[in-house]
């Protein structure tokens, strides 16, 4: 009985560690569509803002796959 309620823990604390995922890709859709706000007023800097969108782009992702690579340990540890 106790085995049973550690598993339905670890499956609730997976799905929770999950939402990570939901905010990573929201942060995405903002980096890029302030990337297309920025490059709409002064396409002349289009390098130098297409270097911060990246930049921008790999954090937040960061952060997702820290989520995910949470919840993989919790489910399989």
């Known amino acids: 009985m106790n085995d049973i309620r550690v598993q339905g823990f670890k499956l609730i604390g997976a799905g929770m560690a999950t939402i990570a995922l939901a905010g990573a890709g929201t942060g995405v859709g903002i980096v890029f569509g302030a990337f297309l706000c920025a490059y709409a007023r002064n396409p002349y800097l289009r390098d130098n803002l297409f270097r911060y969108a990246i930049l ?10 820290l989520g995910l690579m949470k919840a993989f340990v919790i489910l399989f540890k």
């Open 56 to 65: 921008g782009f790999a954090l937040t992702e960061a952060v997702g796959l």
